[in-house]
């Protein structure tokens, strides 16, 4: 019977208030492994407790499933719930200094709180608002002699693609950065290879103070299941289901690159015809639609149902990702899998994670460059592939993500080097007896 109580603290910007987020599904794939997360903790002598603080402002929150997610993992999962008081007067305002600081502060008093109950604390955040989480964590267990560690993971770019630091939060990730080189209870967890040498090379952070933490998709979820083509659902969503079409999704910000989709796709001459889906309407996308004469169709609020339909039929060539910058991207690999070899090519810019997920020519396209007239090459280079072509692709896509990009496996060997530094830091007895 494990002995040792660690509580492990996740600090969020999404999972129950906002539940239609990248970072929320992440969340919950985490919390929905817990108990192979636990099986794993108890060959260490750990039981683990979960629990997760979550900035309370956020947009678009949705109160029936608000009330779900806490009725799932708080009421019927055994999950603590902590909401922290979001210091910022609206929540897509842009980020000060003092407001990293106040949130951090609000995550370390609830870090306090929760190591009062376990025999110690493990904190994992992800997001560049948490990082002074690190120095109060820090601070605390100093102040209150707590057994604890602190994993960041990389979800925020240090840098801007012409190397710019980002601000405000580059302070705050700076402080953070000098405690993951220095000190022994901060390590950095890199969702990504772009993601790790930013860190290194902004911070210099050596090897051993970063873990394993690359983000995938629980291949076995329904959504990736088999479907046969559904034209009239999308006959009815106002899908074109007589022309060759090109599907993206994500959040609606500018950063997404949907207005260059729109574009790119309009300067082939409409042989792609681009649908967009985003949580919420985007309507700076909608008048740039309007403006642009563009036939992209766009569609808010749809749910992963519609999502497959989209990548199975037959006329839907292409998942395009056109975004600025991403650190753990996950939807070229849902395209893939959502496809399962039925001919969609995943195709993506030469920025952040994508030529990571990508492999030219052997699981998708990546296109020269990143402005519009690279995009338009990438979306010609599609219409130009022949159905076998496409087919390939798009077999070895939904192969190498079956294979490397499984959330629950990849999660398991993150939580199991989280845990070895956690018991090795805090001086523990290790009953596999391998921590490094």
């Not at 190591?115 to 690190?134: E, K, Y």
């Not at 060759?244 to 792609?272: H, I, N, P």
Request: some cysteine; hydrophobic content about 45%; aromatic content about 6%.
């Amino acid at each position: 019977m494990p002995e040792h109580r660690l509580a492990v603290l996740l600090l969020t910007n999404e999972g129950f208030r906002q539940v239609d987020g990248g970072v929320a599904r992440y969340v919950h794939n985490i919390l929905d492994a817990r108990d192979d997360a636990a099986a794993l903790a108890a060959d260490r002598g750990v039981l683990p407790q979960w629990h997760v603080a979550e900035r309370a402002d956020c947009a678009g929150l949705d109160e029936q499933r608000f009330a779900a997610a806490l009725d799932v993992y708080v009421r019927r999962g055994g999950v603590a719930y902590h909401p922290l008081a979001d210091p910022r007067a609206h929540p897509w305002e842009v980020d000060h200094f003092e407001h990293c600081v106040a949130l951090g502060a609000a995550a370390g008093q609830a870090a306090l709180t929760v190591a009062g109950g376990a025999d110690s604390l493990l904190v994992i955040s992800g997001m560049s608002m948490f990082a002074m989480a690190a120095r109060f964590l820090v601070r605390a267990a100093d102040q209150f002699g707590l057994a604890a560690s602190y994993v960041h993971m990389t979800h925020n770019p240090v840098l801007r693609p012409g190397g710019d630091a980002e601000l405000p939060e580059a302070y705050a990730d700076s402080v953070l950065g000098h405690l993951a080189r220095w000190d022994p209870r901060v390590s950095i967890g890199w969702e990504s290879h772009w993601m790790r040498r930013q860190y290194q090379q902004v911070y210099g952070i050596p090897e051993d103070k970063t873990l394993f933490a690359r983000a995938g998709v629980p291949t076995d979820a329904a959504k990736f299941r088999p479907a046969a083509p559904d034209p009239d659902l999308l006959h009815r969503l106002g899908v074109p289901t007589d022309r060759d079409l090109v599907v993206s999704w994500g959040r609606g910000v500018a950063e997404k690159g949907f207005q260059r989709l729109v574009d790119a796709a309009r300067a082939t001459g409409d042989r792609l015809v681009p649908v967009i889906l985003n949580p919420r309407p985007y309507p700076e996308l909608a008048e740039h639609v309007r403006r642009t004469g563009s036939p992209a169709v766009l569609l808010d609020g749809q749910d992963d149902r519609i999502l497959r339909a989209l990548c199975r039929w037959p006329r839907t060539l292409s998942a395009a990702f056109l975004s600025e910058r991403e650190a753990a991207s996950v939807t070229p690999i849902e395209a893939a899998l959502m496809s399962d070899g039925g001919g969609l090519v995943v195709a993506v810019l030469p920025t952040g994670v994508y030529p990571e997920l990508v492999e030219p020519g052997v699981t998708g396209l990546i296109a020269e460059g990143r402005d519009t007239a690279a995009a338009t090459a990438l979306l010609t280079a599609v219409c130009e592939l022949t159905a076998g072509q496409r087919a390939a692709l798009s077999r070895a896509a939904a192969e190498r993500a079956r294979r490397e990009h499984d959330f629950r496996t990849n999660w398991l060997a993150s939580f199991g080097a989280m845990l070895d530094r956690h018991l090795l830091v805090i001086g523990h007895p290790n009953k596999k007896g391998d921590a490094t």
